[in-house]
């Protein structure tokens, strides 16, 4: 199956920073299927990118999806008080659907 | 508006079995592959497997670590999808969510519902 390694495993950062995320697959992703997702305490994850840089209806313009190959990156331009959460990436390209181990995003 | 809500989890001993449900609205649930993804405590996401429609003969697939032990299945006249979980190991522990896929994209989850296998 597919590995996605997600680094760093936690981000410090402070709000108004830019957070750069990222998510490596032990192998091409092809067809773009490479999507984000957060997950704030005590709530179900929720989708923010698919499609490598397809933004989720409602979500807010500062989070934008990049990378090709095994390489993706998820940006977040200016941090909100609401963007600190856990972050994860999978891969829907190859069965079975995989998740990266997460990127925890907390307040400096 | 769309919404899934889990329910069955509890308790459970090692060996013992359980069946999840899974009631749906607020969209065509026979339109839909519906999965199971799970989340054990303070760990990450793992997929369990998923339900595909009647034109591909409601075929199901699982991951690795729950095949032979978990069926998934659905209910087209309730819009509702199952997960009857067997031969329960400790390492299932988890917070089981049910997920609307769209070619492999989850853009609803439940709300979860959290199984204990303990002695």
């Known amino acids: 199956e597919i590995v996605l390694t997600q680094s760093p495993g936690t981000l410090s950062l402070s709000p108004g920073e830019r957070a750069t995320l990222s998510c490596r697959a032990s192998?091409?992703?092809?067809?773009?299927?490479l999507a984000w997702y957060v997950q704030r305490p005590g709530q179900a994850p929720r989708l923010l990118i698919y499609?490598?840089?397809r933004r989720a209806t409602g979500v807010a313009d500062r989070f934008s999806g990049s990378g090709s190959g095994t390489d993706f990156t998820l940006t977040i331009s200016r941090l909100e008080p609401e963007d600190f959460a856990v972050y994860y990436c999978q891969q829907y390209d190859y069965s079975p659907i995989t998740f990266g181990q997460g990127t925890r995003l907390e307040i400096k | 508006e769309v919404q899934l809500v889990e329910s069955g989890g509890g308790l459970v001993q090692p060996g013992g079995s359980l069946r999840l449900s899974c009631a749906t609205s607020?969209?065509?649930?026979?339109?839909?592959?519906m999965d199971w993804v799970r989340q054990a405590p303070g760990k990450g996401l793992e997929y369990v497997g998923r339900?595909?429609?009647?034109?591909?003969?409601?075929?199901?697939e699982y991951a690795a670590s729950v095949e032979g032990r978990f069926t998934i299945s659905r209910d087209e006249s309730q819009s509702s999808l199952y997960l009857q979980m067997n031969s329960l190991k400790t390492e299932d522990t988890a917070v089981y969510y049910c997920?609307?896929?769209?070619?492999?994209?989850?853009?609803?989850w439940g709300q979860g519902t959290l199984v204990t296998v303990s002695s």
């Open positions: 339900s595909r429609l009647k034109a591909d003969s409601y075929r199901t």
């Open positions: 192998l091409a992703i092809g067809h773009d299927y």
């Open positions: 607020g969209f065509t649930f026979s339109d839909h592959y």
């Open positions: 997920v609307r896929d769209v070619g492999g994209v989850y853009n609803f």
């Open positions: 499609g490598i840089f």
